[in-house]
T-cell receptor, first 112, second 114 residues
Framework: QQQVKQSPQSLIVQKGGISIINCAYE??????FPWYQQFPGKGPALLIA?????SEKKEGRFTISFNKSAKQFSLHIMDSQPGDSATYFC???????????FGQGTRLTINP | DSGVTQTPKHLITATGQRVTLRCSPR?????VYWYQQSLDQGLQFLIQ???????AKGNILERFSAQQFPDLHSELNLSSLELGDSALYFC?????????????FGSGTRLTVV
């Protein structure tokens, strides 16, 4: 019940295209869903996060879509750029929790 | 620079040895979290300290231990090292003892056990 399943494992998108990464969770107690971006040699960095009281959150070219009934959430990167090439992790936690449960990660490559 | 400092960046050691990884949290953060990142296991939560006290434990092996000192820096001790312990070890910090506002990660320590 603590798992977060992320897909795809790797993704190649042309510059200017839309990158979509999906995550599914099982624990209905989860109420915080962040996405982290990790560049080679660096630690994961918080990109954007959503709570289940909204179905969508947008920050610049990055959008999280949240479907509570399906227990799924996704990251959309609009107008993808080569600089977006990185590994993306979804995560989840519940109120008062001390740990984030991470998905397995998606290696995104944006071709110029 | 995230503000979370981890040392050393790289560590190569032999099986059976003991190593210590160090983490200094971001200024003002009281919580320190340790995660292990391996290719096949992703990011696995090991342990959390808040203001010097252990608050949560994850999949941390008995051969591993950690502590947080009065100046809030933390150390992760790994002993009787095995080849399978080779991984990236990340430290993260946050203001509170919950995940409510997310973490700030350091750049990690890459441990190679040979």
């Amino acid at each position: 019940q603590q798992q977060v399943k992320q897909s795809p494992q790797s993704l190649i998108v042309q510059k200017g295209g839309i990158s979509i990464i999906n995550c599914a969770y099982e624990n209905t107690a989860f109420d915080y869903f962040p996405w982290y971006q990790q560049f080679p040699g660096k630690g994961p960095a918080l990109l954007i996060a959503i709570r289940p009281d909204v179905s969508e959150k947008k920050e610049g070219r990055f959008t999280i879509s949240f479907n509570k009934s399906a227990k799924q959430f996704s990251l959309h990167i609009m107008d993808s750029q080569p600089g977006d090439s990185a590994t993306y992790f979804c995560a989840a936690s519940k109120e008062g929790a001390q740990k984030l449960v991470f998905g397995q990660g998606t290696r995104l490559t944006i071709n110029p | 620079d995230s503000g979370v400092t981890q040392t050393p960046k790289h560590l190569i050691t032999a099986t059976g040895q003991r190593v210590t990884l160090r983490c200094s949290p971001r200024s003002g953060d009281l919580s320190v979290y340790w995660y292990q990142q391996s290719l096949d296991q992703g990011l696995q939560f090991l342990i959390q300290y808040y203001n010097g006290e252990e608050r949560a434990k994850g999949n941390i092996l008995e051969r591993f231990s950690a502590q947080q000192f009065p100046d809030l820096h933390s150390e992760l001790n790994l002993s009787s090292l095995e080849l399978g312990d080779s991984a990236l070890y990340f430290c993260a910090s946050s203001v509170t003892y919950t995940t409510r506002w997310g973490y700030t990660f350091g750049s990690g320590t890459r441990l190679t056990v040979v």
